[in-house]
């Protein structure tokens, strides 16, 4: 082989050795795990009600809906623990396993359950004390809404990494 070549060779095989293992989601120092124990039937007949207060409306926005839409909407967030939500700091011990979890990767097989999402249980990703990531999950549907980062995070939660995430938060 001729230098050209076997240096095209060893650019070729550093970016695919990069594409397995991507970008992280966020580089963070502080994250807050919001939880809510709550029953599906109590926020579908909340659903159903004509008049609700303006903080029924916020639950059922945050919990069943995309709220928030952008990264910049973050005015809901002190008005979660009033909502019902218990707050949790993650200890800076578990942001190594946070980060394996929250980062681009690839996976041969990709599953999605079609159920309606329930969004129980909020991350927020801070750095210097800014918000820098949003991350809402459902561990019953598998699914997840994330703002905050260029990182492709279609493939999130897959190979198992749900199970992990719920283990590492539900860690009392």
Do not use: W
């Not at 069943?64 to 809901?76: R, S």
């Not at 918000?131 to 019953?140: E, M, T, V």
């Amino acid at each position: 082989m001729t230098k050209p070549l076997i240096k095209s060779v060893i650019i070729i095989l550093i970016f695919s050795s990069c594409q397995q293992n991507g970008d992280y989601y966020f580089h963070f120092d502080e994250v807050n795990h919001y939880s809510i124990k709550i029953d599906e039937n109590e926020l579908f007949d909340l659903e159903e009600k004509k008049n609700i207060s303006k903080n029924q409306q916020l639950k059922l926005d945050i919990i069943l809906n995309n709220k928030p839409k952008k990264i910049t909407d973050t005015t809901f967030i002190p008005r979660l623990t009033v909502l019902g939500f218990k707050k949790n700091k993650v200890p800076s011990t578990k942001h190594v396993e946070l980060n394996k979890i929250f980062r681009e990767k690839h996976h041969d097989e990709v599953y999605a359950l079609a159920c309606v999402h329930v969004y129980r249980d909020i991350l927020i990703f801070k750095k210097s004390d800014s918000i820098i990531g949003i991350a809402k999950i459902c561990f019953d549907c598998l699914n997840s809404q994330i703002l905050g980062t260029s990182a492709n995070t279609i493939e999130f939660g897959q190979s198992g990494d749900y199970g992990k995430l719920y283990k590492l938060l539900n860690y009392n």
